[in-house]
T-cell receptor, first 112, second 114 residues
Framework: DGGITQSPKYLFRKEGQNVTLSCEQN?????MYWYRQDPGQGLRLIYY???????QKGDIAEGYSVSREKKESFPLTVTSAQKNPTAFYLC???????????FGSGTRLTVV | GESVGLHLPTLSVQEGDNSIINCAYSNSASDYFIWYKQESGKGPQFIIDIRSNMDKRQGQRVTVLLNKTVKHLSLQIAATQPGDSAVYFCAENTGSSNTGKLIFGQGTTLQVKP
């Protein structure tokens, strides 16, 4: 079955640590996105990539980094510079810029 | 600036009734709109979409209405069921941008009472 997979489902980070969230898709989609969701709020765009080896900052990129070395993969690193990383992180992909996204099931990150 | 908003944060309906969830958008250049459903702890799921050359589109038990004059989008759910309980988001894509970025609203929580 085609889909988009995020792992892990739950992740705990200590203060000062970098952590990487995985996002893999086998839908052959060119575009991939990372969103952050806080309680009672909508989705805020962190980074997006329309093609391999290229990505752009979204609205809240500070404290995050990404890479897009393969079409199928778009990992997100939450760095120690992100002061409030506790949130629900969603990865999405789309076949083109003119259709909707397919979302993963999310990773819940908690700072301990 | 661009914004997509929902009129009510929570909507409570009786099982079997019809539900209407509203969304206002501010960018007149937006030409593609989507409704997503998000259940607790899960990623959003696509429900239905509509392009600006249409004013109505129907799916299974759902209908999306687009009023470009007042920049308003609505999602109608017929015969609401307990499984419809979730947060519903509208999203827009502006025709002037080729980035594919969707702008999401804050979401409306739909509660279905048995």
């Amino acid at each position: 079955d085609g889909g988009i997979t995020q792992s892990p489902k739950y992740l705990f980070r200590k203060e000062g640590q970098n952590v990487t969230l995985s996002c893999e898709q086998n839908l052959n989609h060119d575009a991939m996105y990372w969103y952050r969701q806080d309680p009672g709020q909508g989705l805020r765009l962190i980074y997006y990539s329309q093609i391999v080896n290229d990505f752009q900052k979204g609205d809240i990129a500070e404290g995050y980094s990404v890479s897009r070395e393969k079409k199928e993969s778009f990992p997100l690193t939450v760095t120690s510079a992100q002061k409030n990383p506790t949130a629900f992180y969603l990865c999405a992909s789309s076949i083109s810029s003119r259709v909707g996204y397919t979302f993963g099931s999310g990773t819940r990150l908690t700072v301990v | 600036g661009e914004s997509v908003g929902l009129h009510l944060p929570t909507l409570s309906v009786q099982e079997g009734d019809n539900s209407i969830i509203n969304c206002a958008y501010s960018n007149s250049a937006s030409d593609y709109f989507i409704w997503y459903k998000q259940e607790s702890g899960k990623g959003p799921q696509f429900i239905i979409d509509i392009r600006s050359n249409m004013d109505k589109r129907q799916g299974q038990r759902v209908t999306v209405l687009l009023n470009k004059t007042v920049k308003h989008l609505s999602l109608q759910i017929a015969a609401t069921q307990p499984g419809d309980s979730a947060v519903y988001f509208c999203a827009e894509n502006t025709g002037s941008s080729n980035t594919g970025k969707l702008i999401f609203g804050q979401g409306t929580t739909l509660q279905v009472k048995p």
